[in-house]
């Protein structure tokens, strides 16, 4: 079963995460901040991975330590359910359409974990999440979770559908890097012989 859950307390915050790589897209999801558990049902749904996260965060200070604990949190229970990464397909990428923007997405579960992020904001906040905290999760993630990530909006102007592509496109393309491979048998998908973060 390539399932995982972290729980992970500070002062800052309270959360629980429990992930199934293998699931249905099925999702439960409690932040404190509306915007966020809109994309994380998103990311759920386009993933196919069931997501369960209850996060109680300082959201009377702002929405920092909530947004990035909440992505270290998601990103530790990925890398804990694919476990020594066997079998799985490695890559996965998407162009992500959302009305007039379009968001291209590339990752490598690699355990390098890497950001490259091109993807602006001309308003400050959605909803009540500060725009500025996507590129932040998404980093939170990919560091936790140990994957090489780039997200690159190619166009875009509704800033509603900039981060709602940006979050689907993470998820199509998680779908498939994740994803046992037939072919692969139980295969660890590096000629080194490990994924486990060391050098290129
Ligand atoms: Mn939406």
Known sequence: ?????????TSETQIAVTVDLDGTGSY??????????????????HSLIDLHVRTRGDLHIDQHHTVEDTGIAIGEAVAKALGDKRG???????????????TRVALDISGR????????FSQKRLGEMDTELFKHWFHSFAQAAGITLHVETLH???????????????????????EIDPRKGDAIPSTKGTLGGEAA
């Open 88 to 102: 799985i397909r490695r890559y996965g990428d998407a162009l992500s359409p959302m009305d007039e923007t379009l």
């Open 28 to 45: 439960d999801i409690e932040t404190g901040v509306g915007f966020f558990d809109h994309m994380l049902e998103q990311l759920s749904r």
């Open 113 to 120: 974990p890497w950001l490259v992020w091109k993807t602006d």
């Open 156 to 178: 875009g102007e509704n800033n509603h559908h900039i981060a709602e592509s940006a979050f689907k496109g993470l998820a199509r393309a998680l779908r498939t890097a994740v």
């Open 1 to 9: 079963m390539r399932t995982a859950t972290i729980t992970r307390n």
